[in-house]
């Protein structure tokens, strides 16, 4: 446990000095989330056809613009994973006395910095905006530890991704194809009752969904009802990515 505890903080530590020497990609990565809280929020708003429960727009689809924003980052985490493979940093790193297991878990984890720092962006500029945000603490920082996890899970998910692609065109595609449609059939710009059936359907399998309501809930609304079964389904779809991802990580180098 100790090996694999120092694995993972190992790949943490190594992201956290990549971003103090190049953080251009965080700030260039904060202009989608911060178009849609400053302009297709207030534009929505005032057509006052989506059904928010009596949150204002812009408030409520704020967390969904942010895990959006997360999301996209981790899905192309695993460009940095060809990159290495490619370099051949990928092939001493499995040499070393470490468990596949812990090796894709520190990276995909270490992918979760950059989402807290993302939220950490966007959030001071969603304030500026007039989106209130509840004013508990606690809230705020279980909200940034569920953008910390779930980000470690989809990035899993690039990193399974990135086993098949040979090359970062390849996988730069997928990662496209993957990440609009997550978004669009989960709750983070309307709710998932006015969806179409099929939608509904999907929705309630979509991880972004259940990472959407939780980072709401502690956020905007402050009701936590539903914070048990949000965690429940954002830690089980980590475990079942951080497995998968594991089994076919020795794929990268074949």
Known sequence: MNGFMRNMLAMIELEMRRLRHDRTELY???????????????????????????????????????IQSTTFVSIFYGLTIVWERESGILKKLLTAPASRYSIVMGRAMASGIRAIFQALIVMPVALLIGVRFTPNIMHFILALLIIFISSGGFAATSILIASFMKTRERFMGIGQALTMPLFFTSNALYPITIMPWIMQYIAHFNPMSYIVDAVRSLMITGDLTNIPVDLA????FDAVMFTVASASFKRIIE
Do not use: E
């Open 28 to 66: 260039t990565r904060a202009i989608q989330p911060i178009l849609w809280i400053a302009v297709f929020g207030p534009i929505m708003g005032n057509v006052r056809a989506i059904p928010t429960g009596g949150i204002p727009y812009t408030d409520y689809i704020t967390p969904g613009a942010l």
């Open 233 to 236: 389904a954002i830690l089980m």
